[in-house]
């Protein structure tokens, strides 16, 4: 891929300013990469992270803590520099196989997760007749090691969440048609304030709250985990979590009451909505698939728990 | 599950479809999982992961794998370990607080029995601290007695009073009323304890009752029914300690009261050390008092506190003359002619009990001096003569108010002066135009440490102004 955005003044100053510094750094005689060419993939990496109008300082800043050393190795493995891929392989192999096994817990699953990453590294996927190596995205933000293994869970993830949308799809549709159309009556606990007001509440909280709320009520992530993503104390975490389940709890209420419900309402409403809870989860879930496709096999479901509702669905939908 | 109102989760689900936006590329994850991002980049990407349950997953899934800290392997009880010697540091300090509580406690406690006895008597607490403020407390005490003096029964009542059950209160009443041999004992009470108080209390002790001793003449004189009743008290409040101390009424009702006082004071004020306060010591007289009335308040007086280092003197119905190095509980006799080897006196240890009685009975000299105090004649005089052998026999005592001086004066001529406690004695013979005291001495007055006199068996008064050294001889 390549840098779309024009390279700017600044960077190609703070570039030629710092290669020779970073040259010397980067280790690049070793693996045969031209001074050059370290100069076009600095200008590129700092062009594509820095923001537009940055000045030469903050290019200088941004150049400086790049892993110059990981960058060029990586660079050099994508030109295809045997002496580069030699030093990849002792050094990352083991860790790359160690890792996949690690994200994929299973011997095979790794060995085949760690192949396939394998596969695109070496280029061997070519596009528009061009053999692209995925090590050329590397860009030094991180270490190599860690880049690694992003790539390895975001390609796990992408299989497993192709795998589950495979089964999924059998599965919803079996259960999931109840949900598929619009329920024709919303649920009165699922009051329109209540919803409202925790919007807003969750919006007044900041992205790093947000996101820890998500990781441990959604993805269902230990404390611990989601300390070590954020890189603070497990303890810090669970603090966290308390104060701002009080204050979510808080702020709702508030919003209700400032949207005209009394305490005890708002209190009621808050706490009465379990069950709801899960209709609604289910239903945003269903979202996700088309909902026409079900609409034909909702006849032969078995009338569960939602036996009433789902005759008044009936209606509606005949009707 | 934590207690997050379930409707949060729901709407946290909710805006799942953040798929419009680009996910951020594997670098930045890699940046945001190494903490290698900041300010917009990582507000970004936080932003990005709030929404995008997959880049969580990344993101969780890329953390390197966590390095197993070695767990130290547990080792047998470490009394070592910060938590023990934290414990262990707790423990020694409440340990070391509770000890130096119970020593200040067994330390204060006669201090603080001292001191009700100083509060008692305002005047002499002061004087503990220093020999100045000593002087100045005593000439307020000397008004004061004198107001006494002219309400002599509000003073019996007070004494009467006074002499209650408490070992300090009694001793302060008999103090306030007796003068002299109260308050030279309570001082010596109060001296002993406390170490480094020893010796200025009593010294300025034994000046504070000079003043007051006109008092029981006085009350005597003016109010003969009250005397002896005040007296009665005196005696039976008296312990064997009064003994020399209390001879004090006797001087100073022979010498012209208060100006006595103010030389008195003055010396002291200068820090003179040889108090000028010397008492002469008469014969016993024989009076009727039981020794149990007698040993009363000493059972009081005998408390550990009361051991004093303070040498206490008298003489023993024998004509020896005896020091008591511990408050009173055992006499030795002293021999004085060590120098001239006149005689050679073995040391014996007295019974308490013995010296006890001894002491009671020279202690009923002062009622009976006091009675008779005004005129200023020996009570002594009353002694028993026969008691003169061929050895030497003392009869007569001066003990300065620190009882470092000692005049003691007997049989024949024998004139003894110490200035050391009684460690060294020098033999005195006063001698004045040729003639040499010869007679037996029955009585030793000393007002000063310069002035005094000394009364033989016949009646010869011989009178000294410096210290010893020359004499008068007054028929």
């Known amino acids: 891929m390549r840098a779309t955005k024009p390279i700017s003044a600044s960077v190609q100053s703070a570039v030629a300013d710092l290669l020779a510094e970073l040259h010397a750094k980067s280790g690049c005689e070793k693996i045969g990469l031209a001074r050059e060419s370290l100069a076009a993939i600095l200008c590129e990496v700092a062009t594509k992270y820095l923001p537009a109008g940055n000045t030469e300082a903050g290019a200088r800043t941004f150049l400086l803590t790049l892993r110059i050393e990981e960058l060029a190795l990586a660079r050099a493995c994508a030109a295809g520099s045997n002496s580069a891929w030699e030093l990849f392989l002792t050094r990352y192999r083991e860790k790359l196989y160690q890792s996949a096994l690690r994200i994929a817990r299973e011997d095979s699953a790794a060995r085949d997760l760690a192949d396939s990453l394998y596969a695109e590294l070496y280029g061997t996927t070519t596009r528009d007749g061009e053999r692209t190596c995925k090590l050329a995205s590397f860009t030094g933000r991180g270490s190599l090691e860690g880049w690694l293994r992003t790539v390895l869970a975001q390609e796990f993830v992408n299989r497993y969440r192709r795998t589950k949308r495979l089964v999924s799809l059998d599965e919803e549709s079996e259960d999931g048609a109840q949900f598929a159309a619009p329920d024709p009556e919303p649920l009165p606990t699922a009051d329109s304030r209540l919803e409202s007001a925790t919007d807003a509440a969750l919006a007044a909280l900041c992205s790093e709250d947000r996101m820890v709320l998500a990781a441990y009520y959604l993805d269902g992530r230990t404390l611990a985990e989601i300390a070590r993503m954020l890189g603070v104390h497990e303890s810090t975490i669970s603090r966290k979590m308390d104060k701002l389940a009080k204050s979510l709890r808080k702020k709702i209420l508030a919003g209700m009451m400032q949207q005209g419900m009394a305490r005890r309402q708002a209190e009621e409403a808050l706490e009465v909505d379990v069950r709801d809870l899960k209709v609604d989860l289910r239903r945003s879930l269903a979202q996700e698939s088309p909902a026409a496709t079900f609409l034909e096999k909702k006849d032969e479901l078995p009338f569960q728990e939602g036996g009433v509702k789902r005759q008044k669905l009936e209606t509606g939908n005949t009707s | ?475």
């Open chain 2, 1 to 475: 599950m934590r207690n997050l109102p379930k409707i949060v989760q729901a709407r946290l689900q909710r805006p799942t479809p953040a798929t419009a936006e680009a996910h951020p590329d594997a670098d930045l994850l890699t940046a945001f999982g190494e903490r290698s991002l900041a300010g917009r980049e990582r507000d970004q990407v936080l932003e990005h992961l709030a929404r995008c349950g997959n880049c969580r997953a990344v993101v969780a899934l890329a953390l390197p794998a966590q390095v197993e800290l070695p767990v130290p392997a547990v080792r047998g009880a470490n009394w070592f370990r910060w938590p023990v010697l934290r414990w262990a540091a707790v423990t020694a300090g409440v340990v070391l607080m509770a000890w130096i509580g119970t020593v200040q406690y067994h330390r204060q406690r006669p201090k603080q029995f001292a001191s009700s006895a100083y509060d008692a008597k305002q005047a002499i607490t002061t004087p503990a601290q220093s020999t100045q403020a000593a002087s100045q407390v005593v000439v307020p005490q000397a008004g004061m007695r004198k107001e006494a003096l002219a309400a002599p029964r509000a003073q019996t009542a007070l004494a009467e009073k006074k002499a209650a059950p408490p070992a300090g209160e009694v001793f302060h009443g008999r103090a306030y009323s007796a003068g002299a041999g109260g308050g030279a004992s309570v001082g010596g009470a109060i001296g002993r304890p406390v170490n480094g108080l020893n010796v200025e209390p009593r010294r300025d002790l034994a000046f504070a009752p000079a003043p007051q001793s006109p008092a029981p003449a006085a009350t005597a004189k003016q109010n003969p029914t009250s005397g002896p009743a005040q007296q009665t008290v005196e005696v039976s409040g008296a312990s064997q300690m009064v003994e020399v101390q209390s001879e004090g009424v006797q001087v100073t009702t022979q010498s012209a009261a208060q100006n006595q006082i103010q030389d008195q004071a003055n010396p002291n004020e200068a820090g003179e050390q040889s108090s000028a306060d010397r008492v002469g010591k008469a014969k016993p007289a024989l009076v009727q008092a039981s020794p149990g009335l007698v040993r009363a308040p000493l059972q009081g007086a005998n408390s550990s506190f009361m051991k004093s280092l303070v040498p206490r003197w008298t003489i023993s119905a024998g004509g020896a003359l005896q020091r008591s190095l511990d408050g009173g509980n055992t006499w030795l006799e002293v021999n004085v002619a060590v120098d001239d080897s006149m005689r050679v006196s073995h040391l014996r240890r007295a019974q308490t009990e013995l010296a006890t009685t001894e002491a009671g009975a020279q202690t009923r000299t002062v009622p009976k001096t006091s009675a008779e105090g005004k005129a200023g004649s020996n009570s002594a005089r009353s002694a028993d003569a026969s008691a003169a052998s061929a050895t030497m026999i003392f009869r007569a005592l001066s003990v300065s108010s620190n009882a470092a001086e000692v005049w003691a004066g007997g049989s024949r001529g024998a004139l003894y002066h110490t200035v050391d406690g009684g460690n060294r004695w020098s033999r005195v013979v006063p001698s004045a135009a040729g003639i040499v005291l010869a007679g037996d001495i029955i009585s030793i007055q000393f007002s000063d440490p310069r002035n005094g006199s000394v009364t033989t068996s016949n009646a010869e008064v011989w009178t000294t102004g410096d210290d010893g050294q020359t004499w008068h001889r007054q028929q």
